[in-house]
């Protein structure tokens, strides 16, 4: 088993990779609210000059995200990771969002 971790900046694709992963029967899933090291430094830190620039840099992107967190088999694994770089686009390119996968050594109360 494998956990996938999803982490969504662009939060108005999140309905529609929802509906492709079910269209697919990934239904299982769990999303978190969750918000950026850099976006958290810049508001906390508004009166230094170092990250005033990176306040800057963030200016007009969103500070918060959504992180999906699935444990999948092997194959829906495959399945889950075509639909989010079909959804995402390319997921390399800057702000748009990172996708990591995890081993899962025991699993317990996951339904099928």
Known sequence: ?????????E?????????????KSITGG??????GMASTLA???KDISAFGGLRQILNGQRPFNKTL???????KLVVAKDVVKTVMGNINNENTGIM?????????????
């Open 1 to 9: 088993m494998n956990l996938l971790v999803v982490i969504l900046n």
């Open 11 to 23: 939060m108005d694709k999140l309905d529609e990779l929802l509906l492709e992963l079910s269209k």
């Open 30 to 35: 769990t999303i978190l609210d969750s918000q």
């Open 43 to 45: 508001g906390w830190h």
């Open 69 to 75: 967190l699935m444990v999948l088999d092997d194959e």
């Open 100 to 112: 990591f996968t995890l081993d899962v050594k025991s699993v317990e109360g996951l339904t099928k």
